[in-house]
């Protein structure tokens, strides 16, 4: 089955730096990336996704780079504000189209100000 | 808005007693899915259903087992809890066409304690 690594667990960074999170997936089939963000005791919402078929995308602060060759795709917040403190979860998933998905185990962005 | 629920925040129960999660979702979905996450671990599936009366195992299906009698609701079932089941449990539901979106909706989660 599919398994996903994610890095790093915690991350730290100033208010208005960039921060990156890279991920790692291992079955070549998977086709569909997204990105949850998880605010403390809050349920994680999608913030952005990604296909096999696309190599980058953005959406305002957020970007999301795939590398399929390397099957490893990363998230790139740029501007970080405290609002973006939170916990990161990368995902793959074979086909898509809600099916199941792997995720990651996470990444506690902090935000300092 | 999509909307899933949980029936319970908060749950303490004893080990050995059986244990009802629900989860309700009123999108008319038909993939939904329970997951456990515990820190460091990350979200593991620990069942999921395409449609009514189905389901699949997913990764760490030991101990549980679920129910899909109707579209909207997804049981999880501890048969026997015991003490490493205690975690938050979150459940979620998405459409199944990918031109509906691919997007996984979460319900709010019940920590469950067994002591």
């Known amino acids: 089955g599919e398994n996903v690594e994610q890095h790093p667990s915690t991350l730290s960074v100033q208010e208005g730096d960039s921060a990156v999170i890279k991920c790692t997936y291992s079955?070549?089939?998977?086709?569909?990336f997204p990105w949850y963000k998880q605010e403390l005791g809050k349920r994680p919402q999608l913030i952005i996704d990604?296909?096999?078929?696309?190599g980058e995308k953005k959406d305002q602060r957020i970007a999301v780079t795939l590398n399929k060759t390397a099957k490893h795709f990363s998230l790139h917040i740029t501007e970080t504000q405290p609002e973006d403190s939170a916990v990161y979860f990368c995902?793959?998933?074979?086909?898509?189209?809600?099916?199941?998905?792997?995720f990651g185990t996470g990444t506690q962005l902090k935000v300092e100000l | 808005d999509v909307k899933v629920t949980q029936s319970s925040r908060y749950l303490v129960k004893r080990t050995g007693e059986k244990v009802f999660l629900e989860c309700v979702q009123d999108?008319?979905?038909?993939?939904m899915f329970w997951y456990r996450q515990d820190p460091g671990l990350g979200l593991r599936l620990i069942y999921f259903?395409?449609?009514?009366?189905?389901?699949e195992k997913g990764d760490i299906p030991e101990g549980y087992s679920v129910s899909r009698e109707k579209k909207e609701r997804f049981s999880l079932i501890l048969e026997s809890a015991s003490t490493n089941q205690t975690s938050m449990y979150l459940c979620?539901?998405?459409?199944?066409?990918?031109?509906?979106?691919?997007?996984?909706?979460f319900g709010p989660g019940t920590r469950l304690t067994v002591l």
């Open positions: 259903s395409y449609d009514v009366k189905m389901k």
């Open positions: 999108m008319d979905h038909e993939n």
């Open positions: 079955d070549s089939a998977s086709n569909y």
């Open positions: 995902a793959a998933s074979p086909t898509g189209g809600g099916n199941k998905l792997t």
């Open positions: 979620a539901s998405s459409p199944v066409l990918p031109t509906l979106g691919n997007e996984q909706f």
């Open positions: 990604i296909r096999s078929n696309v």
